[in-house]
């Protein structure tokens, strides 16, 4: 039934017979009623036994209509239509447009209520603003879910006092969204200031809150469109420190399509096996011998220009399609090193990075598990490398993390030292490997930086993991790990990511 929740406006009406196999009706009634949406679509049960106890029994359960055999069709038919009308012109679904927590309106009541708005009000001009708390999850983890809320609420309703003349909706988790109209150019100054204020009031201190503003919107756009083009400008400063205001822009919608049309090419291009993958070979420190890689995707078009993924992971980070690409490129690495195996050529491991997103899906342990007895390759031959971020919110991952290792998997920490550190994590989870992130390996080279690196090697070596490090460029660099006894190293001083041919070659003249 939790799918059928956000189609409970489509369902005008309900039939249904009590005697079902596996949920009879009266477990139906018991269930649909418990879910505030679903709840609102009316009932009429049908049955064929004439009892007065069943049609009670289901009357109390919240049918609103009861019909038995033989079933007259006129009869039926006009029930169905008074209770559908009846519902209809009913104030049930007032009471569930509105969001439990804040009282705006839910998303969809939001697209319709503005659908009708800009329809009927076409002399006004309108606008659309958001507003953003950044790092709302830290403040979740921080503070705990009820100080959480309790800010939601707050900014609700600060945000309803600001905004006049305003549609306002809770349109995603941390995410408030207004419709308004007005007269006057919006005044930027005024703005920040009312800003400014709603910060400083807030129940916690130190909350960072951010806008987007749509101004005068084009409506002859669909409503979630135009609500993407203030999502797009606050999404523009989210990782500024300093601007908490951004206005939509051309180039941002011209960003905005050339990203829709990535999503649109996607399952093309998987089918076309657009998707290729490179291979960064790691290097021995000692030896100097390539001792396995890593397998890093680009997009190679049609018409011939390559696309790197730093233009489209995070985009499909954000919708999900990063779960398709991750097991494409995993299933490629397996494939890759299943032939090797049946050439009877020698198998390093080359690892595979595991976005955020794949991992809180839920069947992937399994699935990579059956890639792997598909290939029949040994689990060590493709480690998969995890963000250090996504090792941040523990619980979940900790309990994924768990089932990788113990189905066979070997997990490397990706971007060591890139974002929040957490030593917590280090230990918690049960990593083979560390990769240092490059912006720690530029550090090297200062007094600081040799300090951090050598000391973060340590420990990595203290927890009995391996250590890579990521990002080297330079001989100098080269000779400060191979002195702290780093154990791999990846990185532009010895080889850039390589076609697959290319890293064949490479293998053959290095390793002999
Ligand atoms: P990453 O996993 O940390 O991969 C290392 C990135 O650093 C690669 O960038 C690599 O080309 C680059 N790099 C390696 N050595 C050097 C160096 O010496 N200097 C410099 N400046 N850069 C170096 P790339 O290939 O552009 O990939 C960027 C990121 O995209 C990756 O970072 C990874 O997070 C993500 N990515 C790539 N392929 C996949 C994939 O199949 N799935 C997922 N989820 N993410 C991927
Ligand atoms: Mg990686
Ligand atoms: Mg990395």
Request: charged share 25%.
């Amino acid at each position: 039934m939790g799918k059928m929740v956000y189609n409970y406006k489509d369902i005008s009406i309900i039939l249904l017979d009590v005697v079902m196999p596996v949920c009879d009706g009266f477990e139906f009634l018991t269930r649909q009623k418990s879910d505030s949406l679903l709840a609102s679509v009316p009932v009429i049960v049908t049955t064929g036994n004439n009892s007065q106890e069943d049609e009670l029994k289901c009357l109390g359960l919240g049918a609103v209509d009861f019909i038995t055999k033989p079933y007259n069709t006129r009869i039926v038919m006009s029930r169905i239509d008074s209770v559908i009308k009846l519902r209809e012109s009913s104030m049930t679904l007032a009471a569930i447009e509105k969001d439990e927590l804040t009282g705006l309106y839910t998303r969809q009541a939001f697209y319709h209520h503005a659908r009708t708005l800009t329809n009927f009000m076409t002399d006004e001009i309108f606008n659309i603003v958001v507003l953003d708390v950044a790092d709302f999850k830290l403040i979740n983890g921080t503070y705990g879910i009820k100080k959480g809320n309790e800010v939601l609420i707050y900014l609700a309703n600060a945000f309803k006092y600001y905004i006049k003349n305003g549609l306002l909706t809770r349109y995603e988790g941390d995410q408030l969204l207004a419709l308004f109209h007005s007269k006057e150019k919006i005044d930027v100054d005024r703005i920040e200031n009312n800003l400014n204020k709603i910060m400083e009031e807030a129940p916690i201190p130190n909350i960072r809150v951010k806008l987007g503003i749509y101004e005068n919107v084009d409506t002859s756009l669909q409503i979630p469109i135009m609500c993407d083009r203030a999502l797009m400008a606050v999404k523009s400063i989210s990782k500024d420190f300093k601007q908490n205001i951004a206005f939509f822009t051309q180039e941002m919608n011209q960003k905005l399509l050339a990203q829709r049309q990535m999503e649109n090419d996607f399952k093309d291009a998987i089918k076309n096996r657009e998707f290729v993958v490179y291979f960064q070979p790691k290097y021995d420190v000692s030896s100097e011998q390539i001792v396995g890689a890593e397998a890093l995707v680009r997009w190679q078009k049609e018409d011939g220009t390559l696309i790197s993924p730093g233009l489209f992971i995070p985009l499909f980070e954000s919708d999900g399609l990063v779960v398709q690409l991750d097991e494409y490129v995993f299933e490629t690495v397996c494939r890759f090193q299943k032939d090797r195996m049946k050439q009877g050529l020698p198998i390093l491991p080359i690892s595979v990075n595991l976005s955020r997103a794949s991992i809180h899906f839920s069947d992937v342990v399994q699935r990579y598990v059956n890639i792997i007895k598909e290939n029949e390759i040994p689990f060590s031959c493709v480690p998969i490398e995890l963000t250090e971020s996504a090792a941040l919110y523990s619980q979940q991952i900790l309990e994924i993390t768990n089932q990788m290792v113990n189905a066979g998997f070997k997990l490397h920490m990706d971007d060591f030292g890139s974002g929040y550190s957490s030593l917590t994590t280090l230990n918690e989870l049960k990593f083979t490997t560390v990769k240092l992130d490059k912006s720690l390996i530029d550090y090297i080279a200062k007094p600081r930086g040799m300090k951090i690196v050598r000391q973060t090697i340590d420990l990595g070596h203290g927890l009995d993991m391996k250590v890579v490090a990521e990002g080297v460029e330079t001989k100098e660099q080269r000779d400060c790990l191979i002195e702290m006894n780093c154990d791999e190293i990846q990185g532009f001083y010895y080889s850039k990511p390589l076609k697959q041919d290319d890293f064949i070659e490479k293998l053959r003249r290095c390793n002999g």
